[in-house]
């Protein structure tokens, strides 16, 4: 078992006797005496030439080291909103080893009126203090913060980005020296792209000579209130040509996986055909959006945390955005199933530290109140799990994406080709369905047929659901999961599910299944299924793209220009929108929303090796 906290240590919001923010394990001030707004931006927006660098640019992004306060953030958001000729998408990336709690750094930011609408909403968005990749979207996507919360010489190796101005602003180098390190530095000239700028408060001489051994000759220039002298510098190197990628492609599969990435490259103004067999789509009533965790950590349960408070902030924009979509964080108990399982439960919980915000162990009279009534024993409470309407999410993701996203439904791509610098899809006849240079495979286990040289280990599982009549018997307004799961319906009643099929094709409703759903409810809570019959239920049979070593597969293929997105398994509501958001940053070469190794764990091309 590891031993190792998943989470980092929040900062402590303490002051000075003027009122400055103050970091007592570092012992230095967040921001300047004289003003931190100010000081934003004079030594880091003025200092990387800041608005006039990022006009006319189709996307702009800012490295920082030492997040602290957001200042920084919210003036180059501030100035954005304030630039009718700004980037149209603007990515702001900081790493910081102890971010404040959400209640801590809103009263941080109180005193500065000018910039309150933007801090209550990085308040609402801010995360809890999970170790690792967040990624948080403001005014409709146009701005992308991608905070990195933990030690910058673990996190900056991880990270894939171009920087076009670095912002400097850790604790001072004699209290903080591991922030300004020779290794930080060499990192931070990895990521700068040649002639991206960078600015900091400090001048002093270690700073100034790591910079310039790693390929940034820096100048000092005039300080900001106290500090009489700043330092600027550019990357050495010709900058790079600005090369626009063509913004068309072709998604095969319409299903969650499909929709998603069609929504994520919409949103960057590409135009995508959608190609589907089906004309209209039937999925399950209610699906589940809950983090995973396990004795061992492994990967599956570290790309679930950001996976998880990102599909999240994902379903609040488009309630935000007035999309009508059907979703509720109800919160997710997930029930032990015997009593060494709870002990194991528990075990995780002590040994990895998780917020109790995110994820904590309950008692099976905890449990019981949680759910309003008695359940099999004790678990983990998922305070922000919830359970989302596939189907209001299809439409949603659909009417945003608007005219960006042609719909070729009804039509069963046979074959791939590729002709020139396009991929086409083609019908049984060779009629070509759609044609772009960018193609995304997305149609869950049929990814097989179409890309056999990708050698995906897909298997189809059948799932059957059942669905629970309105009863005044059966109140139960969270979920409730373990050896299958019970969720509320939106209009009433309850869905229970679900089974699991190898090698079975059918999509017939069976008694057997729901007989089997019903002792599953049975099981998670005494008594919820009581004077049911199974030949008397409704259900729904679908099924699921699984992968043996339980990851999704999102990302380029070893075919140029094609890319897949599958093997969601049973949580394609956890899954599809990082990994599409994954996607649609690589292909517009955008800092990507997951570490490096996390993003290499869902790629297609670990099938190969």
């Not at 303490?14 to 300047?32: L, M, N, Q, V």
């Not at 960057?268 to 959608?274: A, F, K, Q, S, T």
């Not at 099924?543 to 999704?552: E, N, Q, S």
């Not at 899954?575 to 517009?588: K, M, V």
Request: glycine share 12%; with cysteine.
């Amino acid at each position: 078992m590891t031993g190792r906290s998943v989470c980092v240590v929040p900062a402590k919001l303490e002051r000075t006797p003027e009122g400055i923010p103050y970091a007592p394990d570092f012992g230095d001030i967040y921001h300047s005496s004289a003003g931190g707004l100010a000081q934003a931006r004079h030594v880091f927006l003025a200092g990387n030439g800041l608005p006039d660098r990022w006009r006319g640019r189709a996307s702009f992004t800012i490295l920082e080291t030492g997040f602290g306060l957001g200042l920084n953030f919210l003036a180059a958001w501030h100035a954005l909103r304030a630039d009718p000729q700004g980037p149209a998408r603007l990515h702001f990336v900081s790493v910081e080893r102890h971010p404040f709690r959400a209640a801590d750094l809103a009263e941080a930011l109180a005193p500065f009126e000018e910039l309150q609408p933007l801090a209550t909403a990085l308040v609402a968005a801010w995360p809890p203090p999970l170790a690792g990749f967040h990624r948080l979207a403001f005014d409709g996507g146009r701005v992308q913060l991608t905070l990195l919360a933990g030690d910058a010489r673990e996190l900056l190796p991880q990270l894939e980005a171009r920087a076009d101005a670095l912002f400097l602003d850790g604790f001072s180098p004699a209290r903080n020296p591991e922030m300004w390190s020779p290794e930080v530095v060499r990192e931070l000239a990895r990521l700068a792209a040649p002639g991206a700028t960078l600015a900091t408060w400090t001048v002093a001489g270690g700073v100034r000579a790591a910079l310039a051994d790693a390929g940034f000759p820096v100048e000092k220039r005039e300080g900001f209130g106290p500090k009489r002298e700043m330092l600027c510098g550019v990357r050495t190197g010709e900058p790079e040509p600005l090369r626009a990628p063509v913004r068309r492609a072709v998604v095969v599969g319409a299903g969650l996986a499909g929709l998603v990435v069609a929504d994520r490259l919409a949103s960057r103004g590409w135009e995508v055909h959608l190609v589907d067999p089906v004309e209209k789509r039937t999925g399950a009533t209610v699906g589940l959006v809950r983090p995973i965790a396990n004795l061992r950590d492994a990967v599956n349960a570290q790309a679930s945390r950001p996976a998880f408070l990102y599909a999240l902030q994902h379903f609040r924009a488009l309630q935000h955005d007035g999309f009508h979509l059907v979703w509720r964080r109800s919160g997710v108990l997930q029930l032990a199933d015997g009593d060494d399982e709870a002990a194991r439960m528990a075990a995780i919980i002590a040994a990895q530290g998780h917020d109790p915000a995110f994820l904590r162990f309950v008692d099976a009279g905890e449990a019981g109140s949680l759910a309003g009534r008695a359940v099999r024993g004790p678990g983990w409470w998922m305070p922000s799990g919830a359970w989302v309407s596939p189907g209001s999410l299809a439409v949603a993701l659909l009417a945003r994406a608007g005219p960006g996203v042609r719909r070729h439904l009804g039509r069963r791509v046979e074959r791939l080709e590729r002709e020139g610098a396009d991929w086409r899809a083609l019908d049984a006849e060779g009629s070509v369905i759609a044609e772009a240079p960018t193609l995304v495979v997305a149609n869950a286990f049929d990814a097989r047929r179409l890309l056999p040289d990708a050698r995906f280990p897909l298997s189809r599982v059948r799932g059957q659901v059942t669905f629970l009549p309105p009863s005044p018997g059966r109140v139960l307004d969270i979920v409730v999961s373990g050896s299958g799961y019970v969720a509320p319906l939106p209009d009433g009643g309850h869905v229970v599910g679900a089974t699991y099929q190898h090698d079975d094709d059918g999509e017939d409703i069976r008694a057997a299944d729901h007989r089997e759903n019903l002792a599953r409810a049975a099981t998670l809570l005494p008594g919820f299924a009581e004077g049911l019959h199974p030949m008397d239920l409704d259900g729904l049979a679908g099924f699921r793209a699984t992968v043996p070593d339980r990851l999704p597969i999102f990302g380029a293929t070893a075919l140029p220009g094609v890319w897949a997105a599958t093997g969601l398994g049973s949580r394609g509501l956890l899954w599809a929108p990082i990994g599409a958001e994954l996607i649609a940053s690589r292909l517009e070469g955008e800092p990507i929303p997951l570490p490096r190794d996390l993003a290499g764990a869902i790629s297609p091309k670990r099938f190969l090796s």
